[in-house]
């Protein structure tokens, strides 16, 4: 399990800007100790506990990036197209069997091995072939269509670094280069729970009053979607010796627990109240909106915890901002920068200064050819389809108080804010 001390998340502001929040986890949470040898099978998904180096280079051997004729660039005439015998051929997977001798060519494949002498390949379309002869033309570059051994990656260099989340292009990468297990990092245990006397268990009977639950499915669908294992703990109702021993007993399992509802300042939000007596929370009233309500901090022997606001825009945004990062520093998996795109906002806007504010957008693209911002008509923080009816987030930063239409903006994708 994670060991965090009591204090790594500790900060005395008022509001905690969102590049202090990323620097914190950074700098004060260590990753998970236990590593573990997979197959490649079992290898997407995680993340590399240490660097792993090629054993071979990649390609192995020169050989052709087209179907063609293999040549010897000296053996062309300048201007002039030259005429070569065709002396053999090699598919892939085939050798030749000595050197390319001078005036002659080799019919190859894409992907056979270069024949010893020669450095050039003519793709198959751009030549004549007359009998036993073949016709290259004149202006081809010396190793054009030749793919050099070990120009995708030389033996013994790193071929995937620790702290890689490994996707699917890198267990081939693996693969390419004849490994067949790799060493990662356990995955990190997260529980996830909801309080609130408001919400009820979705298909089961709705009092008037109440809510079905969606935030813990949201929660668990992120979580798992960053490679960690997810235990879902349910509902907990607005009695705070019911969520202290809820919160407490899920620490004693997980590396994390992520809670929604209830951390608030309000008389029915006893989150806080509650981990305060079973371990340290700093409550962060982040500079963000929407979703200034986060609660963080650590429970009994090291266990991280991070309350969420109740609102599920608001549980989105807070998780791609706060929990995507400490999730991946306990993971010990390299955090994605998160790059804003430019687009024209359609929009105007204002807001206050001094707090990141992420505005829900569809995107189009205009008359002129530049894509385009839409903004979602209904902008409150429970409303679901302001989610689903977009594409992602503009993202506003805290010295910005107004934006006009026709205004250039950093647009984040869904996609982008949860890998």
């Known amino acids: 399990m994670a060991q965090l001390t009591d204090d ?16 914190i986890l950074s700098e004060r949470v260590a990753p998970v100790e236990e590593i573990e040898t997979v197959p490649l099978g079992q290898a997407y998904g995680r993340v590399m506990a240490r660097n792993v180096v090629a054993p071979i280079s990649l390609p192995p051997f020169d050989n052709s990036a087209v179907d063609g004729y293999a040549v010897r660039a000296a053996d062309l005439a300048g201007k002039d197209e030259t005429r070569l015998t065709v002396a053999g051929r090699v598919t892939a997977g085939r050798t030749t069997r000595g050197a390319l001798a ?36 004149a202006g081809l570059a010396v190793g054009a269509n030749r793919r050099l051994a070990g120009e995708d990656i030389a033996a013994g260099a790193v071929v995937l670094p620790a702290g890689r989340r490994l996707a699917a292009q890198h267990v081939a990468l693996a693969a390419a280069v004849g490994l067949t297990a790799l060493p990662v ?54 009695d705070p010796l019911a969520i202290e021993r809820a919160i407490a007993a899920a620490a004693a399992k997980h590396d994390l627990v992520v809670t929604s509802g209830g951390v608030s300042t309000g008389e029915a939000d ?8 079973i371990g340290r929370l700093v409550f962060w009233r982040v ?33 791609a901002r706060v929990v995507r990062p400490l999730i991946a520093r306990l993971a010990g998996a390299e955090l994605t920068p998160l790059v804003p795109l430019p687009v024209r906002a359609t929009f105007p806007h204002r ?30 923080a429970g409303v679901i389809t302001s989610l689903t009816e977009t594409d992602g987030l503009v993202e506003l930063m805290e010295d910005t108080t107004k934006i006009e239409p026709g205004a250039s903006v950093g647009f984040l994708s869904y996609a982008a804010l949860v890998t």
């Open 102 to 137: 001078p005036g002659s060519a080799i019919r190859i494949f894409t992907g056979a091995p270069m024949p010893a002498g020669a450095d050039t390949v003519f793709m198959q379309e751009d030549v004549r072939v007359e009998g036993e002869s073949v016709l290259v033309p």
């Open 270 to 277: 006893h989150v806080r109240a509650a981990v305060e007596k």
């Open 351 to 380: 807001k206050k200064k001094g707090r990141r504010e992420y505005v829900r957008v569809a995107l189009r693209r205009a008359s002129d050819g530049i894509i385009e911002a839409v903004r979602h008509p209904q902008e409150g």
């Open 185 to 238: 990092r356990r995955r990190i245990r997260v529980a996830v729970l909801s309080t609130g006397d408001e919400i009820v268990e979705p298909g089961s009977q709705r009092r008037g009053a109440a809510l079905f639950d969606a935030n813990r499915v949201l929660l668990a669908g992120l979580i798992a979607g960053l490679g960690a294992e997810v235990t879902d703990c349910g509902i907990v109702v607005d």
């Open 8 to 23: 790594c998340f500790a900060f005395s502001g008022p509001l905690l800007p969102i590049d202090e929040v990323e620097r």
């Open 287 to 319: 500079a963000v909106k929407p979703g200034r309500p986060v609660a963080m901090g650590v429970i009994g022997a090291g266990t991280a915890f991070v309350g969420l606001p109740g609102n599920p825009v608001a549980v989105f945004v807070t998780f």
